[in-house]
């Protein structure tokens, strides 16, 4: 029989996941079916019962059920746990199992897809809520030379900081606001904070940029004001989040799977000419 899998959001008809999966599944000759589920607010651990109840396998969970499939899920893998968020459910005879593969596919697409090594480098993390939490500890993992996380509102990132100091490492991690990044500068920064999804941009003093750097925004589809503005300050290269989408989906996949597909063909399927 076909095994099913799903992506389970509201909204969730402007979702890629089932066409990247249709092709992951194409390339890896797995007989599998992967379709979307709008689950209603307040109905989304009915949704994940009545799929599984129907045969499901696994599914991916998207905006705004990410902590809410933290808690339905009966065992959770360290990085989940990292997170506190779960974008990845598996389904067994044991029970239901959350993961979370959006830190690993950013650090995958930076390091695969645009060539950018973490180790040493100056990391600027932008945001203090889900996002940022969800990439920290895989960042961290690196091994930048530092790791500056800011935040509009400085005092949730200091909490994120003191969280996450014990995994640090010699990784120099502090927290700030954003008028206390002037006269910094940084290799790469990235955008998890949700401006982009009100069309603004985070407020950086001029000069965060240095020569070479990468500005990538965990937003993807377009133009962001953020990556917009990273060019006009001088940043060398920007990028949005596509590649982190379909690097998490091939990670989820391969949790599912057992395979761990090509994501080129995809990204360059998904990728306007
Ligand atoms: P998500 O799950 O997408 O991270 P969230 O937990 O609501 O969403 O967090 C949104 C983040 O974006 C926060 O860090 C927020 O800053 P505050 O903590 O100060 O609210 C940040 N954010 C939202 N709109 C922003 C804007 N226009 N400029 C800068 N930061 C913004």
């Not at 799903?6 to 992967?34: C, N």
């Not at 990391?123 to 996380?149: D, F, H, Q, S």
């Not at 014990?166 to 990235?190: H, K, M, N, W, Y």
Request: hydrophobic share 45%; glycine share 10%; with cysteine.
């Amino acid at each position: 029989m076909t095994d099913r899998y799903a992506v389970i959001g509201h909204p969730v008809a402007h979702s890629k996941s089932p066409q990247i999966h249709a092709v992951f599944a194409g390339l890896t000759l797995q007989d599998m079916r992967y379709e979307a589920i709008l689950a209603p607010l307040g109905g989304f651990a009915d949704a994940v019962r009545a799929f599984i109840a129907s045969g499901g396998r696994g599914m991916n969970v998207t905006v705004p059920f990410k902590l809410e499939a933290y808690a339905l899920a009966a065992t959770r893998s360290p990085r989940a746990e990292a997170a506190k968020s779960v974008n990845t459910l598996i389904f067994s005879p044991a029970g239901i199992h959350g993961d979370n593969t959006d830190g690993l596919g950013l650090v995958a697409d930076l390091r695969r897809n645009l060539g950018c090594d973490l180790a040493g480098r100056r990391i600027l993390l932008l945001g203090a809520g889900g996002a940022a939490r969800g990439v920290l500890l895989p960042l961290l993992e690196e091994k930048p030379a530092t790791l500056t996380l800011a935040n509009r509102t400085a005092a949730k990132a200091l909490v994120l900081r003191d969280e996450f100091a014990p995994r640090a490492g010699s990784c120099v991690f502090t927290a700030v606001g954003f008028a206390e990044l002037a006269g910094q500068q940084f290799d790469l920064v990235i955008n998890a904070t949700s401006a982009s999804l009100a069309d603004e941009a985070p407020p950086l003093p001029p000069g965060v940029y240095a020569p070479d750097s990468l500005a990538y925004d965990m937003v993807y589809g377009r133009e962001t004001p953020f990556m917009t503005a990273a060019r006009a300050q001088g940043a060398a290269r920007q990028a949005d989040g596509l590649g982190m989408l379909v690097e998490q989906a091939a990670e989820s996949f391969y949790l599912w799977r057992g395979v761990r597909p090509d994501t080129a063909p995809v990204l360059a399927l998904l990728r306007p000419a």
